[in-house]
């Protein structure tokens, strides 16, 4: 895929918010990303939107403690969500991001879907477990993004993720897996798709 093919590209940073009323205003269309602490969710944004560092990356789990806010030229935005569950966060800056990521996913009219990222080496958490079966209750679209694929097989990687799709049809969630790893540019085509799809949807309200 060539660079000016990328539906995601020329995103730049608006701002970092603490809380869900410092975010710009709820208006347009924006999607967020998702998932457990150091599961690779800025890893996966910046390899969609293309750049290699927009999104601070760190070995350390608990490396996002802000709702960032990133905009494409045309005005619609990606929001990197902090990771949750992490143990070493003190329990009340925990219980902080807990209500501020629930406020969030409840108001947010311009939400139009989620992109979850899971570690496709291990189960999904409790907290993807919820955040599918709110998707699912409120009709918002999500896509799983199943990261680091580059530590699997290939086969292993096909194992994995028939397990997270059956596991999906059983719960009756809705939501696309896509195996994907940033390094490696696995599903990075499919994913971009999807996040620009999810962009695209109205969301019925
Ligand atoms: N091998 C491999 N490593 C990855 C991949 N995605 C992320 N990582 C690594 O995993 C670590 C965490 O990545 P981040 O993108 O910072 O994770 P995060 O989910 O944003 O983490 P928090 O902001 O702490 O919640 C970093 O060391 C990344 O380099 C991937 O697809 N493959
Ligand atoms: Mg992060």
Known sequence: MQASDNPLRGA?????AHRP?????????????????????????NT????TALARTSKTPGRTQQLVVFA????????????YGYAKVPPSLRDHWRQAIDHYLRKRQSLRGLVLIADIRH??????RQ???YCTEIELPCVVLLSKADKLS?????????EVDAEIAKQHWRAQTIAFSAPAGTGLEEA?????GLLGEVRET
């Open 48 to 51: 969609l939107v293309g750049q």
């Open 154 to 162: 290939r086969a292993q990687v096909h194992t994995r993720q028939r």
């Open 12 to 16: 730049a940073f608006v701002l970092a």
């Open 72 to 83: 494409l030229p045309d005005g619609r935005r990606l929001v990197d969500l902090p990771g």
């Open 131 to 133: 955040m599918l079966a």
């Open 123 to 128: 189960a999904l958490t409790p907290f993807d």
């Open 192 to 196: 971009r798709t999807a996040a620009a």
């Open 21 to 45: 009323d410092q975010l710009p205003p709820d208006t347009g269309a924006e999607i967020a990303f998702a998932g457990r602490s150091n599961a690779g969710k800025s890893s996966a944004l």
